[in-house]
């Protein structure tokens, strides 16, 4: 008998072990049997298992104030040739005539494990419910936006440690190192502002580094491309990427070490504990630790990485949960670069055949990152199922760094600044930022959802409120007259004397924002999502030597979706969302650009198949903007670059994704996206970003082992003299179990060994990484 782990979502996750025989009672109108034994076992708190093959596409009895669970399990079962028996606080159904332990009739089985929204050991691609982009707990189908889970399975299979590693298996998402070292992430032909944790929103500094981001700590990554103001604050087109925490859900001991070593001397150590706290477990606990000690494809970079997870779960009551925990990140880099290599030579000539482990920096340069995180959650179920949940994070971080930045001349061009015949002609622009480079961030959410029930229709309501402070510091030094470097004689600037750290931030930003959105179904295949939010922006203090004073006050965000059932299988969708982004760029005379303003539209059509076991998706969309701020020299009197604003832009495209189970024993990831951007004159913007994305992600597994792999292809991308033609890149995987407990897993990304530049710019360009091997042995007990 194969077992197979499924499990029920998160707006469950309060109703704990209650009582198996009180006088509950339950309603099912219009579901799937599926459906209805998630709801019956939500509400008497109480696992099941079933053969899966028993309770697929099949519909459910409609019962009505049915009191007492045994009599709602026989009142739903009656005609089906199904019958259920209640044992060991579990629900087992089964075919009638057979027993609970007979192969033929169990077959392969869902079991319902817990009441967590959780992806890890589902053995799944995909997952049933998310709440990323409304808060409300709705399947993918039943989202009018296009959405991607990154479960814990893929993160796992395809060796996804680092939240830059998402963009080789994301739909739709790409990542530019335009400074040599710093990822920033787009989707739509725009950059991804809004990074969420447990949807509350994450500062992310544009110039740190996204391997602070170690997703070893979290269950999956939930993306919701397009706008999404009413939850996010701000209406940015581009994507939201929500990381969701893991969880201390096991009331039974659960914890494994794992041990990696890989390309470019990597050692790696992670050891996770979770367990109940109590004889009851109402009370559990969980720690992840882990070290890694790695090199870098490029030559002289050494990085240390440390992170360090705790939580604690406690069951104050049957229908209350309260999670608290707190999260450590450092990651500290020696000799680092923020620097780009050149592709031309003064005279014109292109191409130049750099070795892909060049490195144009100088031995006392680092970063050192840390993120410390605390919080804590408090989710309350009120009668009817009205849920009440409320969340506190803080958050600071914190990136002292000394670097060298390598230009032709001040935010020059490194392209037709160096010369062929004697190497010379680079500028080194060194900086540092210290001893001081701090974030601080406290945020609050607090959310009610109440669902109710109107001419014999379930609807829905939700109504919050949240608000954050950002507190950021920093104090630094530039020089802009670096001495020259020669890349052919490898000479590197000594560490100058900083003895004038007279620049620096000090600045402060607050956001509100009281928010409302109704779900209501006008019929059983006709549902409407109205929704808006009141936001409020302010931002004040001193920002690169000038002063800033920034208020938006009663700002309106409004959504608006609606989805069409066509079956239990096929729907349709649409949504519209206004965007409204605050942006601190400054003009060649100093003065502030007004806030990007736009209107995002999207309509598609998804399909669930197999129970939500596979999911599919095709979205088009489109996204008119003005205020969208461009390069466009320096500002008077200084060094720094200045922006001007440009009306009329618009991204227009298409997306398709199939995430989930094809058969018993695969599993699959197929993303495809395509965008075209352009200004009002109808000039191509943001070339340097590839328009074409094409991601595909197999995994077969049987018994004890399993195979896979991937394909990754990115359309031309170019900017200036730079230019990077299509590629594609192959990555292969595979694990077996030696016992029960240890198991080994082989990854080998770029299999091919392809040379290729990841970042295109008319400043310079990134290659991307060769060939790497990854080894994992892993230990559960």
Not at 159 to 167: A, H, M
Not at 206 to 214: C, V
């Amino acid at each position: 008998m194969s077992i197979k782990k499924s499990f029920i979502a998160p707006g469950l996750a309060l109703l704990l072990l209650t009582n198996l025989h009180a006088t509950n009672t339950f309603t099912i109108k219009n579901k799937t049997l599926k459906e209805a034994m998630e709801i019956i076992s939500k509400k008497a708190d109480i696992p099941y298992i079933v053969n899966s093959r028993l309770i697929e596409n099949k519909k459910a009895k409609n019962i009505e104030n049915v009191k007492g669970l045994k009599k709602t399990l026989k009142k739903l079962l009656e005609g089906t040739n199904l019958e259920s028996t209640i044992e060991n606080d579990t629900i087992f159904i089964k075919e009638k005539n057979t027993t609970k332990h007979e192969k033929s009739s169990l077959g392969e089985v869902n079991i319902v494990e817990n009441i967590y929204n959780v992806t890890e050991k589902s053995n799944s691609y995909t997952i049933a419910n998310m709440n990323s982009a409304t808060k409300m707990n709705l399947s993918i189908k039943d989202t009018p936006q296009s959405i991607s889970v990154l479960t814990n399975e893929q993160l796992n299979d395809l060796g996804v440690e680092y939240l830059e590693d998402i963009t080789d298996i994301a739909t739709g998402i790409s990542y530019d190192k335009n400074n040599g070292s710093t990822p920033t992430f787009y989707s739509r032909g725009f950059e991804i502002k809004n990074f969420q944790v447990n949807g509350i929103n994450r500062y992310m500094p544009n110039r740190g580094t996204a391997k602070a981001q170690d997703l070893s700590i979290y269950d999956r990554v939930e993306i919701v491309r397009g706008a999404t103001g009413l939850l996010s604050g701000t209406g940015e087109p581009s994507a939201t990427i929500n990381l969701v925490r893991k969880k201390a859900y096991s009331k039974n001991f659960n914890s494994s070490i794992s041990l990696e070593t890989g390309s470019w001397d990597k050692y790696k150590t992670q050891i996770d504990l979770m367990s109940k706290l109590n004889d009851k477990g109402t009370l559990r606990g969980r720690i992840i630790a882990s070290y890694e000690q790695e090199n870098s494809f490029i030559d002289e970079i050494e990085e240390e990485k440390k992170v360090l997870f705790g939580t604690i779960e406690a069951d104050l009551s049957d229908k209350t949960l309260l999670t608290l925990g707190s999260s450590y990140v450092n990651t500290r880099v020696d000799n680092s670069i923020r620097s780009l290599l050149p592709v031309t030579f003064s005279n014109g000539s292109k191409t130049i055949s750099l070795d892909r482990s060049t490195w144009l920096g100088s031995d006392w340069t680092y970063k050192d990152s840390t993120e410390k995180s605390y919080f804590i959650e408090l989710e309350h179920y009120l009668k009817k199922d009205i849920k009440i949940h409320a969340t506190y994070t803080h958050t600071n971080f914190s990136l002292p760094e000394k670097n060298t930045l390598v230009n032709g001349d001040v935010w020059g061009t490194l392209n037709q600044a160096l010369n062929k015949n004697t190497g010379a002609g680079l500028v080194n622009f060194v900086q540092a930022y210290y001893p001081k480079r701090e974030t601080k961030t406290d945020s609050f959410d607090i959310y009610t959802s109440i669902p109710f029930e109107l001419f014999n229709l379930e609807h829905e309501f939700l109504m919050g409120y949240s608000i954050s402070k950002t507190k950021n510091y920093t104090k630094y030094a530039w020089n802009y007259d670096g001495p020259s470097i020669n890349i052919y004689n490898n000479n590197r600037p000594d560490e100058p004397d900083w003895d004038n750290f007279d620049i620096f931030d000090d600045s402060k930003i607050t956001q509100t924002g009281l928010y409302a959105a109704s779900r209501l179904a006008l019929s059983d295949n006709l549902k409407i999502i109205l929704g808006a939010r009141l936001a409020n922006y302010k931002e004040e203090g001193i920002l690169r030597r000038s002063e800033i004073d920034l208020e938006y006050k009663n700002e309106i965000i409004p959504y608006a979706g609606i989805i069409y059932d066509i079956n239990d299988i096929y729907s349709l969708y649409g949504s519209y969302t206004k965007i409204f982004q605050v942006q601190n760029l400054r003009n060649q005379k100093s003065k502030l650009l007004e806030p990007i303003e736009g209107i995002n539209y999207e309509i598609g059509a998804k399909a669930s198949f197999l129970n939500n076991k596979l999911n599919t998706t095709i979205s088009l969309f489109r996204i008119e903007q003005d205020n969208i701020g461009q390069i466009d020299g320096v500002i008077q009197g200084t060094a720094e670059r200045a922006y001007k604003a440009v009306e009329g832009s618009t991204s227009k495209g298409v997306e398709l994704e199939v995430a989930g189970e094809l058969t018993d024993s695969i599993q699959l990831l197929l993303g495809y996206s395509y965008f075209r951007l352009e200004d009002a004159q109808n000039n191509k913007i943001n070339t340097s970003n590839p328009n074409k994305q094409l991601k595909l992600n197999v995994k077969y597994y049987k018994d004890k082992f399993s195979i896979g792999g991937g394909v990754n292809w990115k359309s031309a991308a170019f900017e200036g003299d730079a230019r990077q033609e299509a590629y594609m890149l192959t990555n292969l995987f595979g694990e077996y179990n030696f016992t029960k407990n240890l198991s080994g897993q082989l990854n080998i990304n770029n299999l091919f060994d392809k040379k290729y530049y990841s970042s295109v710019h008319s400043f310079g360009v990134n290659y991307g990484e060769p060939r790497r091997f990854n080894f994992k042995l892993k230990y559960t007990f």
